[in-house]
């Protein structure tokens, strides 16, 4: 598979290094290019480089990739060019930010195109959405993108997804908000952690005695830095057992300059605003930090680069229990609910009086962080793409409906919409059960999601009892493009390949097939089984076999029932040692009249 | 009453299915009904196509109507409150040729929607018709199996049983019929490079798509069957048609799984001929008994040879079942006043 | 080439649509292409319209023929590459008849879908590579609603030798399927003024049942029954050619009828004069008063004058209907031409 990546790749955005890292990862399975969405100065990759953005003649070579993936988050130096690129041609969004607004504000205000502006804030949101920008432009209210709530509440981000096939984002809760409105396939992953350099012991270098806080980023309200200096001011007590840093551009700014102020009218004098920092000093304070409290409130990302890093170099983290942060396991991090100050209290009282809690947090972020590796989330992508790749045809036919309904000139008021619309969600299905599970033959197209689906099989559970080939890519290949007279089927859940059965045999000039069925290891005891069994066995007579063999041990009990059942008889049993256990190979034979 | 026969039409495609739906009109107009056959466009090529068609049958307005007869898919779609189903088969891609040779090249999740959408539809648009008539039995099994409904068989007429005749039993078996490849007619010409009797045969009808001609002409170039194996690869006229029945030694006729039995069938029996077919054949079954009214056999080549030459060297063989299959249709009640009172109740 | 020709229907209404798609399939394949024919029915209450046009853009025909070949609204909406228009009429309750008393339904529930029939008759016109129309009439309507330039190419009249005339009898004729906008009633009013002893003869079927009964009542209102005989259903060709044959002359007082009518054209080729009025649209390209006809105002007295004024003088009325048979030339060349046109 040829995937085209889009993505900023400036050494300031930290979505370019994530997709260094991913598309690293990807490049194990396909191949891939990187589209590079801004003119800064780059992060180094060994992959294709297209600079697009400032060759756009360079997009109409998009139409030799089977997959174009956009990374949009809520900056329009590192995200414009590649929106407008994904309004060419559709592909898979990737949305890092639960809010856009940021993003076209300066995408079409910074082009002078006030018009565009108020005229998507009126049809997305409606004369609300209109009257709030015009307020803005008259002076009455401040822009809409300086408030983290009302960002939130006009988001946009139905303008990111208009060219998307499918959208990826990294937190559940952002997928379960987005699936409220969005029609079309979304896949929850993860921001995945490639850094594991536990350089540092997980006890910090001395500071007076003092528990070391660190809070990273730039210096805004969404930090809640003034939640912590409120509680230390109280609590002067707490207040002399703690260091507080709090590092990142910005601190000259209102916000900052607020925060100084409080600091210094309540002898907060432990509480250390440092404004930017370079990488360098900001990996030492990092490592040297007893405690990351890494409050957000509202989630404006879609997860948190930063909680990653501080999870992988195992540190101990204080969060609101919101976003990304939900879904850390409990005993990884501390989390808290948003807007409880004595929840908040108690939890820094508890990190800053318990060593040996923070130590065993420590290791458990890392353990979690471990397990979020670009390979896996490469796999989980590809899911995805199995998911669009399946909802396609839908997509499709769907725009060519309301592409027609366009050109003939019909409103969207006329009553007859509403009965087209029920009509077409009648035939395709807009998800009534989205469980159940469709069966076909496998095709060259599905090379790629065999290739996975028998690499993640290759498990001992799967294996005692399947063994014809090598669960191996190179097998993937064998079975789709060279499958030749035999034949392969497959049971598709939501576009993922969940199960397998073949009737081959024929290629190697037996007269009489063999049938095999394989399951994934994740799907087992949900009759996925049974229906490839029934489905393969229907479908033999039409590929000219009198009658049907397999061979099944005599240990997997479960499988020897079925096929009984399905009127298969025993012609021989074979004593075999497996593993130093004695079992029984039994060749069953079906005939079909 | 107004009455609306509702078909499928593709552009320069003539069938049985097509001819079926013209007799009926031609039919009800005899007995009184204002009737018009209104065809309705249809391709399934590339597959996303059938879900536009669907749509379009949806939105399809068949007015004034007092009663429509619907046929074919995707045209039984249509909304009509007063409608009535006479189904020769539903989208068979969909059913029982899914995920088989039959069902095309295309395998992927394209297909496997339109797959879906067309049971949808099927399951909710099919019970919209006052009533469910099929063709035959093996129609209504499918679709008590696939779609959970009943159907009651009303069997299709022949245009014109009468003209039918027998005249002698030559040397040569006939089979009339569309060339495509769930006809089988590779069979045949297979068989034939087995027989010893020397017997011939003649094949006649339109193929599909030309290309289809190809791998039957190879056999016969391969196997030196030039003599023997007659192709006239377009539609005949009635009177050829006639002739070649009357004078036919047998008539081989073995798809794979036919709806219904096969106006071929018909036909022959009307004309007093056996009838070889296959195990395999579905439908056929309804009218051909093996030793009966024709000859039953496995889809192989050997075995179809065999029965070829059964016949040829044992022409007394030959007319027995072929008389055979002349009272077999005295059994049956298969006429055009019993349809049309039964689409028009 | 493999042509297919693609019209619009009414089930059951053998309207003017049928007898081009016949026609013009028969000259097709007289030349030597290979033709299907494509009759697609369209219901055209507004309220129904939207699903309808949809379904047309939906359906694929482009896979098989060369050419498509499209005639009554809104066919041409179907899609091909390569999509001739021979434009018979535009949707006129959507234009010049939205506010008209010949609207058959609600004016609002019209002027909702009307934009939409605008545009989409754009669309499917922009699309088509060549349009034609059948007369100057619908020339004209077209370069003023749809912006468009285009040739006129009259339908070729078939049959021309299979009528004849056998006198100027007692009977004026008005042969035509029945419809507020055909204006039986108009005819039928003016026989009440009708000074000779002629009879009216009405025939043709209804588009719709409902349009029938009004005229019944009007014969009696009127007190007609004797001079008004109405035939409210398709009679047999000979039947009709008898009538032709036997007649006075044809009355034929559509309004603004879009051909030059076949009516006129029949009559003419039967020699026989017509009477029709100056709001008649199509067939005043054919008719000429007081030189193969006579065109009135659309008034009773208007045209029971002019039936009088033939009643009274048949020598006049058979130079006039001789002098019809003649201007059939000026319908222009016939089928074989037309193919040409068509397929160039």
């Not at chain 1, 300066?106 to 997305?124: I, P, V």
């Not at chain 1, 003034?226 to 057992?241: Q, Y």
């Not at chain 1, 908040?344 to 972020?365: E, K, P, T």
């Not at chain 2, 799984?257 to 395999?280: I, L, N, P, R």
Request: with cysteine; aromatic share 8%; proline share 6%.
């Amino acid at each position: 598979m040829k995937i085209a990546w889009f993505t900023p790749l400036s050494t300031r955005s930290a979505i370019g290094e994530y997709s260094l890292h991913v598309t690293a990862a990807l490049a194990e399975r396909c191949e891939v290019d990187l589209w590079v969405g801004d003119d800064d100065i780059h992060r180094t990759t060994g992959l294709r480089t297209f600079e697009f953005h400032s060759d756009p003649s360079l997009l109409h070579r998009l139409g030799q990739y089977d997959l174009v993936v956009y990374n949009i988050g809520n900056n329009d130096a590192f995200h414009g060019a590649i929106y407008e690129a994904s309004k060419q041609r559709p592909g898979v969004v990737i949305l890092h930010d639960r809010s856009c607004h940021h993003l076209f504000a300066e995408h079409w205000l910074g082009a002078g195109d006030r018009h565009r502006y108020l005229e998507r804030m009126e049809t997305l949101y409606g004369r609300e959405g209109l009257e709030r920008a015009e307020q803005a432009f008259r002076g009455e209210r401040p822009p809409i993108w300086e408030s983290d709530e009302e960002a939130l509440r006009f988001p946009l981000v139905e303008e990111a997804l208009v060219g998307a096939l499918g959208v990826a984002v990294h937190s559940g809760d952002h997928a379960a908000d987005l699936g409220r409105w969005w029609l079309g396939p979304v896949g929850s992953l993860f921001l995945p952690a490639y850094r594991h350099d536990r350089a540092v012991p997980a006890e910090a270098a001395d500071s007076n005695g003092r528990t070391t806080l660190l809070t990273l980023g730039h210096l805004n309200r969404n930090k809640q830095v003034h939640r912590v200096l409120e509680i230390l001011a109280a609590d002067p007590a707490l207040a002399r057992r703690v260091v507080y840093q709090v590092v990142g551009p910005g601190v000259e700014e209102a916000y900052g300059r607020e925060l100084m102020a409080f600091a210094r009218e309540n002898g907060l004098d432990g509480v250390s605003l440092m404004g930017y920092q370079p990488d360098d000093v900001v990996e030492r304070l990092l490592a040297e930090a007893d405690v990351c409290v890494n409050l957000r409130a509202p989630a404006l990302e879609g997860s948190s680069a930063s909680l990653i890093r501080q999870l992988e170099i195992g540190k101990p983290v204080l969060a609101f229990d919101i976003g990304g942060f939900h879904e850390v396991p409990d005993g990884a991090i501390v989390k808290v609910p948003p807007g409880d100050r004595e929840s908040l209290a108690q939890a820094l009282h508890v990190l800053v009086d318990d060593a040996s809690l923070r130590a065993s947090l420590a290791s458990a972020a890392a353990e979690h962080a471990a397990h979020l590796t670009p390979e896996r989330y490469a796999a989980e992508f590809l899911d995805l793409t199995d998911q669009v790749a399946s909802w396609r045809p839908v997509v499709q036919t769907v725009d060519h409906v309301a592409d027609e309904l366009t050109l003939l000139g019909v409103s969207p008021q006329l009553p007859a919409i509403e009965r087209i619309g029920r009509e077409l969600g009648t035939l395709v299905d807009w998800g009534a059960e989205p469980g159940r599970p469709q069966l076909r033959a496998l095709g060259q197209t599905d090379r790629e999601a065999l290739a996975r689906f028998l690499e993640r099989n290759d498990v001992p559970a799967v294996t005692r009892h399947f063994h014809p080939f090598e669960m191996t890519a190179e097998s993937a290949d064998e079975l789709t493009l060279h499958a030749g007279e035999d034949w392969y089927f497959g049971a598709f859940v939501r576009g993922k390949l969940v199960g397998i059965s073949m009737l081959r045999g024929w290629n190697e000039g037996f007269d009489v097939p063999s049938f095999g069925v394989v399951v994934d290891s994740e799907w087992q005891g949900q009759g996925i089984g049974s229906l490839l069994t029934d489905f393969t066995l229907d479908r033999a007579p039409w590929l000219g076999s009198a009658r049907v063999r397999l061979s099944v041990y005599a240990s997997n009990e479960r499988a020897h029932r079925m096929y009984l059942s399905r009127g298969f008889d025993e012609v021989e049993r074979e004593p075999v040692s497996r593993n130093g256990d004695a079992d029984e190979r039994i060749v069953m034979i079906k005939e079909l009249t | 009453m107004k009455v609306v026969v509702l078909n499928v039409h593709v552009p320069f495609v003539r069938g049985g299915a097509e001819l079926l739906a013209q007799w009926l009109t031609e039919n009800l107009e005899e007995r009184g009904h204002e009737t018009e056959l209104v065809r309705l466009p249809f391709r399934w090529t590339p597959p996303r196509l059938v879900i536009d068609h669907m749509l379009a049958a949806r939105l399809t307005r068949i007015r004034p109507a007092d009663r429509v007869i619907a046929m074919k898919f995707p045209s039984y779609l249509v909304p009509h409150e007063n409608k009535v189903l006479w189904l020769l088969h539903q989208f068979r891609l969909a059913y029982e040729l899914w995920a088989t040779p039959y069902q095309g090249s295309e395998h992927g999740h394209e297909s496997a929607r339109v797959r879906e959408a067309i049971v949808a539809a099927d399951d909710a648009y099919l019970p919209e018709a006052r009533a469910i008539y099929t063709n035959s039995a093996v129609t209504s099994t499918r679709l008590k199996r696939f779609n959970g409904l009943d159907s009651t068989v009303l069997y299709p007429p022949l245009r014109d049983p009468g003209a039918f005749r027998c005249e002698s039993f030559g040397d040569y078996v006939f089979f009339p019929s569309r060339i495509t490849i769930t006809k089988r007619q590779q069979l045949l010409v297979d068989a034939l490079a087995r027989t010893r009797s020397g017997v011939r045969a003649v094949i006649a009808g339109a193929p599909d798509i030309p290309e289809y001609l190809d791998p039957l002409r190879e056999t016969i170039q391969r196997e030196g069957l030039h003599d023997r194996v007659e192709i006239l690869p377009h539609w005949i006229s009635e009177e050829q048609k006639l002739e070649l029945y009357a004078n036919a030694l047998a008539v081989v006729y073995p798809p794979l799984d036919e709806d219904s039995y096969g106006y071929v069938t018909m036909e022959a029996f009307y004309a007093g001929k056996a009838v070889v077919t296959c195990t395999d054949s579905g439908g056929t079954h309804e009218l051909v008994e093996d030793g009966v009214t024709g000859k039953v056999v496995a889809p192989q080549q050997d075995a179809m040879a065999e029965a070829l030459d059964e016949l040829a060297e044992d022409r007394s063989l030959a007319e027995r079942l072929g008389a055979g299959a002349r009272a077999k249709l005295d059994e049956l009640d298969v006429s055009w006043d019993r349809v049309v009172e039964t689409l028009t109740s | 080439m493999k042509v297919v020709v693609a019209t619009t229907i009414m089930p059951f209404v053998k309207g003017g649509a049928r007898i081009l798609v016949d026609g013009l399939a028969k000259a097709l394949a007289d030349q030597g292409h290979q033709v299907d024919e494509l009759l697609l029915p369209f219901w055209d209450d507004p309220e129904e319209m939207v699903e309808q046009m949809l379904a047309l853009r939906l359906v694929d025909v482009s896979h098989e023929a060369e050419l498509l070949i499209c005639l009554r609204t809104p066919s041409y909406l179907l899609r091909h590459p390569n999509k001739v228009v021979w434009f018979l009429h535009h949707h006129r309750p959507a234009y010049d008849l939205a506010d008209s008393p010949f609207s058959t339904r609600t004016r609002s529930a019209e002027r909702r879908v009307g934009k939409a029939i605008h545009e989409s008759d754009r669309l499917g016109l922009d699309e088509a590579r060549r349009v034609f129309a059948i007369s100057e009439t619908v020339a004209e309507r077209l370069r003023s609603y749809s912006g468009l330039d285009c040739d006129v190419l009259y339908p070729p009249l078939e049959g021309v030798d299979d009528y004849r005339c056998d006198g100027y009898g007692d009977v004026v004729f008005l042969p035509s399927r029945i419809a507020p906008v055909k204006r039986q009633a108009l005819a039928i009013e003016a026989m009440a003024h009708v000074r000779e002893p002629v009879r009216l003869v009405v025939v043709g079927a209804p588009d719709l049942p409902e349009h029938v009964e009004p005229l019944h009542e009007l014969v009696n209102r009127l007190d007609l029954s004797e001079r008004v005989e109405l035939v409210a259903e398709w009679v047999p060709e000979e039947r009709k050619r008898d009538l032709y044959a036997q007649c006075l002359a044809v009355v034929f007082p559509p309004y603004g009828e879009d051909g030059y009518g076949y009516v006129a054209g029949e009559a003419f080729a039967a020699a026989k004069p017509v009477v029709t009025c100056t709001d008649s649209g199509g067939p005043l390209e054919l008719v000429e008063d007081g030189v193969n006809g006579r065109v009135v105002e659309p008034e009773p007295a208007a045209i029971a004058a002019a039936v009088d004024d033939l009643a009274r003088d048949r020598s006049e009325a058979k130079r006039l209907g001789e002098m019809g048979r003649d201007s059939l030339q000026k319908l222009g060349p016939g089928w074989e031409r037309v193919v040409e046109e068509l397929t160039a």
